[in-house]
């Protein structure tokens, strides 16, 4: 079987690292979350410091090391009054609006739960931006109010996309890049709907929203630092091995960006594995 199989996808992931990515395999998820915390709570303080304020991008999955993060905040005493953090995404209904912040699978909702609401009055409230489907050029204003985006963080989806940047689909194949797509409203891929309800709604692939709101691209290839997590396991070892290749593939959205820029790249041993391991 193996001599079906590109080589990429069963060598160490080392040997397959593109010349613009920096890879760090950590031993398990929980390094990773760690690190994921650390490297937020971090760069506030470094822009902070440097800039007087900061400007992040945050995804809403990997979600874990939310709680970790907000007590890092809290014991280094951090002021987020200054600190603007656009959100990569969120859900729509039916009726092209967000979804409730009380549903379950909101992204609005999953923030205040797992990160805002843990974070100490005293810290301040910092300035946070969900894409809106009616004031889709709110996230580019935010972005020249700030200056630039310090850090763009991100994950990986399972076909390579980061926020709802996926794969355009043109008479049932994959097509053209979105590499220069700016926010926008977005129809969701079968197999998107699919794996998310499978992970998040126990499979009830029915009630899964069909549609989104999304940043785009080139707000996050224009960070001054990109750093993308993976700690999927076996179902993302291919989308990480592209995107660590750093090879543009239109198939996989993520390497419009490690094929272009400089991006770090964090994972763990059993994500970073081959995919017959």
């Known amino acids: 079987m193996t ?23 950590l031993p398990d998820r929980q390094s990773v979350y760690e690190h994921f915390a650390q490297s937020i709570a971090e760069n506030i303080q470094g822009s902070m410091r440097e800039r007087g304020r900061c400007c992040l991008i945050l995804p809403v999955g990997p979600t874990a090391h939310y709680p970790r993060c907000a007590q890092i905040i809290n014991d280094l005493g951090l002021n987020l009054s200054h600190t603007t953090i656009i959100h990569m995404d969120e859900y729509l209904g039916a009726d092209g609006q967000w979804i409730d912040a009380s549903h379950p699978l909101s992204f609005r909702g999953v923030m205040d739960t797992l990160f805002y609401h843990r974070i100490h009055p005293s810290s301040g409230k910092p300035r946070v931006i969900f894409p809106h489907p009616e004031h889709l050029d709110e996230i580019s204003r935010a972005i020249d109010d700030c200056g630039g985006v310090d850090v763009a963080y991100g994950g990986i989806g399972i076909h390579g996309h980061v926020a709802f940047n996926e794969p355009l689909l ?13 926010p926008r409203v977005v129809q969701l891929n079968p197999e998107t709907v699919v794996m998310n309800a499978s992970r998040s709604l126990g499979g009830w692939i029915d009630a899964f929203p069909r549609a ?9 290839a224009a960070a001054r630092q990109l750093v993308l997590y993976a700690d999927g396991g076996r179902w993302q070892r291919t989308a990480l091995r592209m995107a660590v290749r750093g090879i543009l593939d239109p198939s996989y959205p993520v390497t419009a960006l490690t094929s272009r820029r400089s991006t770090e790249i964090v994972t763990d041993a059993d994500t970073a594995a081959g995919i017959l391991e």
């Open 3 to 25: 001599e079906f199989i590109p080589k990429w996808l069963t060598d160490p992931i080392e040997a397959v690292r593109g010349a613009k990515v920096t890879l760090h395999v």
């Open 170 to 182: 043109a008479a049932g194949t994959r097509s053209a890049s979105v590499a220069e797509f700016p």
């Open 212 to 220: 989104a709101v999304t940043i785009g691209v080139p707000q996050l």
